[in-house]
């Protein structure tokens, strides 16, 4: 699963741009032998009707997003740097001095230099425009290499540093990667499994999918911010990487049905599998989306501690991704009865 995760994290896929992701997940679900039926809907969710060895009695739904951060290309300057806006939300900070990739072609986000700051824009993130610079002589020899409407991703690798794995895409490719294991197996009771596409937009491909598939229960796979860094006083640190699966009772999109949040907790402890609840309402996932589609639906989440989301490095534990999958592969066997 962490060689999967791995490969994911480096395919391109920004929101509304996730064919190679879904390619991915595609040809995976064709090699393996489980019963299903898979489709992918207009808007380019991939959802599996994964047939377990009993009907279930409940329709369970279990959802990972397959789109990730990124920027698009709104202009090109005489000089032949590219403008761009943010799919996703993500800091400034995060984007000055990065190199980002429109397909082959690299470039660096830059923008005001230092010794050209006067005052207190000495101390910030530069306010002004902040360009790509693509190493193009002029607009012509640029638009050559880029055009309006290109998205590109982070330039980035994947590698483990220490005892964490570090990657530009964990938000959801680690979701991506829990799905898929999931389907290589027969369940005890029968699934429906989403990969969604626009959750960092809006949560756009959930809606559709939820829509489709009605859910009484549906369980979201997601990335979730790590603050437990340097600076942070510990009750704002959110979770923390090493303490495994995170599990929300709120966040800014969702109030999460409380039955089933001491469900998934207790569950875990019941099992052994290292599990802590998110300590801070904040961010939010496709379950704000799926929790009001159709007739409603009971949702939870239950997500990775990742520290610098939304950014070239996110960081996360191949322990924690474990202790996930072995949650949601209980949740996979209790929530259908």
Not at 71 to 76: D, E, F, K, M, N
């Amino acid at each position: 699963m962490i060689e999967t995760l791995k490969e994911l994290c480096m395919l391109d896929g920004v929101s509304g741009r996730e064919s190679a992701v879904r390619d991915y997940i595609l040809n995976a679900l064709s090699t393996y032998t489980s019963k299903k039926d898979v489709r992918v809907d207009a808007l380019g969710n991939v959802i599996v009707h994964l047939y377990g060895a009993s009907t279930a009695s409940k329709t369970v739904m279990l959802a990972a997003h397959m789109d990730e951060v990124g920027v698009i290309a709104t202009g090109i300057t005489s000089d032949g740097f590219v403008r761009f806006a943010t799919v996703g939300g993500m800091d400034k900070a995060v984007l000055y001095g990065h190199r980002v990739r429109f397909g082959s072609t690299v470039g660096v986000i830059g923008g005001k230099a230092i010794h050209m700051c006067v005052g207190d824009e000495k101390e910030q993130i530069p306010e002004g425009d902040l360009l790509i610079d693509i190493g193009a002589a002029d607009k012509e020899q640029a638009e050559t290499l880029v055009q309006l409407g290109d998205v590109a991703v982070f330039d980035s690798d994947v590698y483990e540093i220490g005892h964490l794995l570090k990657g530009r895409a964990i938000d959801d490719r680690f979701g991506c990667a829990v799905l898929l294991e999931l389907c290589k197996t027969t369940p005890t009771y029968d699934l429906w499994i989403v990969f969604t596409v626009q959750e960092e937009v809006g949560l756009r491909g959930a809606k559709t999918a939820a829509f489709a598939v009605s859910p009484d229960v549906a369980v979201v796979i997601d990335a979730t911010t790590a603050a437990d860094t340097v600076g942070v006083a510990k009750d704002k640190q959110v979770c923390r990487v090493g303490d495994g699966a995170v599990v929300s009772f709120m966040d800014r999109r969702t109030l999460y049905d409380k039955a089933l949040y001491d469900q998934v907790l207790e569950i875990a402890k019941e099992l052994g599998i290292k599990a802590q609840p998110k300590s801070m309402v904040a961010g939010g996932n496709d379950a704000g989306a799926i929790q009001t589609a159709s007739f409603g639906a009971h949702v939870a989440a239950v997500s990775l501690p990742c520290r610098y989301i939304h950014s070239p490095s996110c960081m996360a534990s191949c322990e924690d991704v474990q202790a996930v999958f072995a949650l949601i592969k209980a949740l996979s066997e209790r929530l259908p009865q």
